[in-house]
């Protein structure tokens, strides 16, 4: 099935200052960023990015602070105008859009979850989850009745006539998800919302989160510092330094194969094991037949899927001496791991 694009970036710029366009023109020449601040008081912000958001992706943006991440991420609903650039949501031109276009694409088809839970606090905790709805001008009891059954997908049932100061800072975050969730827009996008929280708190509403994106089917750009955070959640990875996108790619993609130093060091503590998968250290099994073809007959080998990981096949290992086969989703055997493969896998060298 073909991927449907529903965020796409193209050679987006954005540099903050009065001389914002004739520092574009010299940062497309190879001025540096530094040298772009001290001539023309100019700061580079996003740096001729572009990516594609899939139907259905959580596509984590991640970077270090300063690295442009939630900068860009605010071109896509248009909290930001781009100094250059274009931005497609569902294959419509959002920088094309009137003032109240864009505040229908932003209550209806985008909800935005904020680092710090962006709730009004002399409103009720129903009242905030219900605002989408009000900017979109339905009746009392509709926003009511759907921001109550939105504050149950996030467990906050009952609590709707709080005041956000009552609430924990996990509470608040739930809020600020349930309000995103409320007008069942197909896009959210996430600007460091579980940043904030306890270690324990933030797995658990990543967990939830994960949960509500697949049951709900939404598209979500995540924007997050924690590499952790990416491979956890994220279909795809950008990983962002001085506004620009130095690699793209999946979680597996990025950990075993990054594209330089940075990234490199980026990935340097990230385990192996349970990101690199089967598909990527095997063996094809025509050729590893052709190498032995007296020792083993392939079918009788112990079997793992693609999709295994490197944890899974040491855990196979343990208990057979043998190669181990490896089979698609039609149960046909398309690669063979030895012992050796396997070592060179959980070390790096393939």
Not at 10 to 24: D, P, Y
Not at 174 to 179: C, D, I, M, S
Not at 309 to 326: H, R
Request: aromatic fraction near 4%; charge should be negative; glycine fraction near 8%.
């Amino acid at each position: 099935m073909p991927h449907e694009a529903v965020i796409e970036l193209s050679g987006v710029w954005k540099i903050f200052g009065e001389r914002a366009e004739q520092a574009l023109q010299a940062t497309k020449s190879g001025v540096s960023k530094p040298d772009i601040l001290r001539r023309f008081g100019c700061v580079l912000g996003v740096s001729n990015a572009s990516l594609t958001v899939n139907r259905g992706e959580i596509f984590c943006v991640m970077g270090l602070s300063g690295s442009g991440k939630s900068t860009l991420v605010r071109h896509v609903n248009r909290l930001l105008e781009p100094t250059a650039g274009r931005v497609l949501v569902e294959g419509e031109d959002i920088l094309a859009k009137s003032e109240s276009e864009l505040r229908e694409v932003r209550a209806a088809r985008i909800g935005m979850v904020f680092q710090n839970f962006g709730l009004l606090p002399h409103r009720s905790v129903r009242e905030n989850v219900a605002l989408p709805l009000e900017v979109q001008g339905a009746s009392l009891n509709e926003r009511y009745e759907l921001a109550e059954a939105a504050l149950a997908k996030v467990d906050l049932d009952g609590w709707g006539d709080r005041l956000p100061s009552s609430l924990s800072g996990g509470m608040q975050q739930r809020v600020g998800l349930a309000r995103a969730l409320a007008a069942d827009p197909p896009i959210l996008l996430m600007d460091e919302p579980f940043s904030a929280l306890d270690p324990l708190i933030r797995r658990q509403l990543q967990d939830q989160f994960l949960h509500l994106c697949r049951e709900m089917g939404k598209t979500t750009m995540f924007i997050t510092h924690d590499l952790d955070e990416a491979i956890r959640i994220g279909t795809k990875i950008a990983i962002m330094k001085d506004g620009s996108i130095v690699q793209t790619g999946t979680a597996e993609e990025i950990v075993a194969s990054p594209q330089d130093d940075y990234v490199a060091d980026f990935v340097a503590n990230i385990s192996r094991l349970h990101v690199v998968h089967a598909h990527r250290i095997m063996e094809n099994a025509p050729e590893w037949a052709a190498h032995h073809p007296d020792r083993h007959a392939l079918a009788e080998l112990p079997a793992a899927s693609v999709s295994a990981t490197l944890s899974d096949l040491i855990e196979l290992a343990v208990d057979t001496e043998s190669p181990i086969a490896v089979k698609d989703g039609q149960d046909a055997i398309v690669g063979v791991i030895d012992r050796s493969r396997l070592l060179q896998g959980i070390q790096g060298e393939i």
